[in-house]
């Protein structure tokens, strides 16, 4: 990663201090601006990454069977066995607490309960967050 940081600044590097910062600051403007435009064709709710990620978890969630425990509550079993807890937005596997995503698990839970699954959806995932930000 640090290389290619410096190849992006490669002439850069052998400017005055003051133009160094004003050609960085102009690069960083049109990348900005570039990713913007890009942002605005985005046509699924999520980032795309992000969308492709969700869609992968649910076509994986497919193989699992769901046993309701409690409330919000629910046992997910394929290979192994992990309890996914709806009202917590977690998982055993804890992969859903780290990412801020839901697991391949969650899926299958929230399918289970007829829920939409982009209500467990961390706000930051979505494209029109991030079209504020940009």
């Given at each position: 990663?640090?290389?290619?940081f410096?190849a992006?600044?490669?002439e850069?590097?052998?400017?005055?201090?003051?133009?160094?910062?004003?050609?960085?600051?102009?690069?960083?403007?049109?990348?900005?601006?570039?990713?913007?435009?890009?942002?605005?064709?985005?046509?699924?709710?999520?980032?795309?990454?992000?969308?492709?990620?969700?869609?992968?978890?649910?076509?994986?969630?497919?193989?699992?069977?769901?046993?309701?425990?409690?409330?919000n509550?629910?046992?997910?079993?394929?290979?192994y066995?992990?309890?996914?807890?709806l009202?917590?937005c977690s998982?055993t596997?804890?992969k859903w607490?780290?990412?801020?995503?839901?697991?391949s698990?969650?899926?299958a839970?929230i399918q289970a309960?007829?829920?939409?699954?982009?209500?467990f959806?961390?706000?930051?995932y979505?494209?029109?967050?991030?079209n504020?930000?940009?």
């Open positions: 990663m640090a290389e290619s410096n992006w600044f490669a850069e590097r052998e400017m005055p201090t003051y133009g160094m910062l004003d050609q960085t600051r102009i690069k960083l403007i049109n990348q900005m601006g570039e990713r913007r435009d890009e942002a605005q064709l985005w046509t699924t709710p999520l980032t795309p990454k992000m969308q492709d990620r969700l869609k992968e978890r649910m076509d994986a969630a497919a193989q699992f069977n769901v046993v309701y425990s409690t409330t509550i629910y046992e997910v079993r394929g290979k066995s992990h309890v996914v807890d009202g917590i998982c596997c804890r607490g780290i990412e801020c995503f839901p697991c698990h969650a899926p839970a309960t007829s829920k939409n699954v982009y209500e959806v961390d706000p930051h979505f494209a029109n967050y991030c504020k930000m940009l």
